[in-house]
C-alpha cells in the first residue's frame, strides 16, 4: 500500500507554468499507473493525465494535452505533472493517485491535494 503526498500548487498568472510532484511513500510508484486529477470550483473531480508503470506511455485528458507534461523519476519515487500556458480554468485543486490500471479511472490510492489557482 502506497501514501502519496502533493506539492508544488500555487498562484500564478495566466500564461505561466507550475510543476507539481507527488512522492510515494511506503511503496514503490514505478510498480503503479501514477494519475493526476483535478476538481475545478463546483465540479467534479475529473483526469487530467496518467503515466504507465513501466515503458513510460502517458495519457492524457484533451483540455491539457500540449500544455501538460507527466513524467517520473524512479529514483526519487516520485511523479511530476508539469504545467505550462496556465489558464484560469486550470483553477483547481490536483490530487495524485496510484494504481494497478493504466487509464482515467481505477486508482486505489490518493495524495490530500494540492490547491493551483490561476489568475487572470
Known amino acids: 500500500q502506497v501514501q502519496l503526498a502533493e506539492s508544488g500548487g500555487g498562484v500564478v498568472q495566466a500564461g505561466g507554468s507550475l510543476r507539481l510532484s507527488c512522492a510515494g511513500f511506503?511503496?514503490?510508484?514505478?510498480?503503479?499507473?501514477t494519475g493526476w486529477f483535478r476538481q475545478r470550483p463546483g465540479k467534479e473531480r475529473e483526469f487530467v493525465a496518467a503515466?504507465?508503470?513501466?515503458?513510460?506511455?502517458?495519457y492524457y485528458s484533451d483540455s491539457v494535452k500540449g500544455r501538460f507534461a507527466i513524467s517520473r523519476d524512479d529514483a526519487k519515487n516520485a511523479v511530476y505533472l508539469q504545467m505550462n500556458n496556465l489558464k484560469p480554468e486550470d483553477t483547481a485543486i490536483y490530487y495524485c493517485?496510484?494504481?494497478?490500471?493504466?487509464?482515467?479511472?481505477?486508482?486505489?490510492?490518493w495524495g490530500q491535494g494540492t490547491q493551483v489557482t490561476v489568475s487572470s
Open positions: 503515466i504507465r508503470w513501466s515503458g513510460g506511455a502517458t
Open positions: 511506503g511503496g514503490t510508484l514505478s510498480t503503479y499507473a
Open positions: 493517485a496510484a494504481g494497478r490500471v493504466f487509464g482515467r479511472e481505477a486508482y486505489d490510492y
